[in-house]
Each structure stands twice: as C-alpha cells, then as structure tokens.
Nanobody, 128 residues
Framework: QVQLVESGGGLVQTGGSLRLSCAVS????????IAWFRQAPGKEERERVS?????????NSEDSVKGRFTISKDNAGKTVSLQMNALKPEDTAIYYC????????????????????WGQGTQVTVSS
C-alpha cells in the first residue's frame, strides 16, 4: 500500500507563490506516475494540474497553469513538489497528490479515475 502525504498549502494573495510537497511511501518513484489534482469549491470533479513520470521525469501540465506551475521530483527523497507562482483566485482549491504504478500514463493525459493512490489533500486559498 502506497501512502501519500501532502504539505505546503495555505492562504496567499493574488500573485503570490506556494510550494506543495508530496511524500511518497513507495520503495521507489521509478515505477510510478505522480500527479497533482485539484478540486475547486462547489465542484465534484478533480481537475488534473500536472503530472510527472517517476522514471523519466517527463512532465506535463494543464494549459491553465502552464508557465506558472512547475512539477518536479526527488527520487532519493521520494517527494514530488508543485511550485506555484503568480497565483490567481481561481487556483483556490484542495490540492491532492495521486500516484499510479504505471509510470507512462502522464503522457496519456490520465484522469483521476486512473490513479489508485491518493493523499488527504491540502487547502490552497488565493485571496483577491
């Protein structure tokens, strides 16, 4: 069983920055795809934000965050981070870290249903 623990959420003003971290309890990140999803207030669906292959490091992000958010990984520390800059009120959401034991699925634009392991989420609030 893989456990994911997010940290780093909080309250920030428009234009500010936050860095989220996800600690992964797996033996190695190499065989996993790890993604950040978010669920905005009042919405049922979790939107994929960014995804990274634990093996190759190839990553992709949704258009709404490109140029502002950067996903990265530390295989030795078994953590995946999401650096969020130029935050906007519409970025307000609960952010979840998710992992799936198929490291290639980021390139397939996998959705929330494709990820087996989830963290508990961390709140990000951007004030206007």
């Amino acid at each position: 069983q893989v456990q994911l623990v997010e940290s780093g959420g909080g309250l920030v003003q428009t234009g500010g920055s936050l860095r989220l971290s996800c600690a992964v309890s797996a033996a190695t990140l190499d065989t996993y795809a790890i993604a950040w999803f978010r669920q905005a207030p009042g919405k049922e669906e979790r939107e994929r934000v960014s995804c990274i292959s634990g093996r190759s490091g190839v990553a992709n992000s949704e258009d709404s965050v490109k140029g502002r958010f950067t996903i990265s990984k530390d295989n030795a520390g078994k953590t995946v981070s999401l650096q969020m800059n130029a935050l906007k009120p519409e970025d307000t959401a609960i952010y979840y870290c998710a992992a799936e034991a198929r490291d290639y699925i980021c390139s397939d634009w996998a959705a929330a249903r494709d990820f087996r392991y989830w963290g508990q989420g961390t709140q990000v609030t951007v004030s206007s």
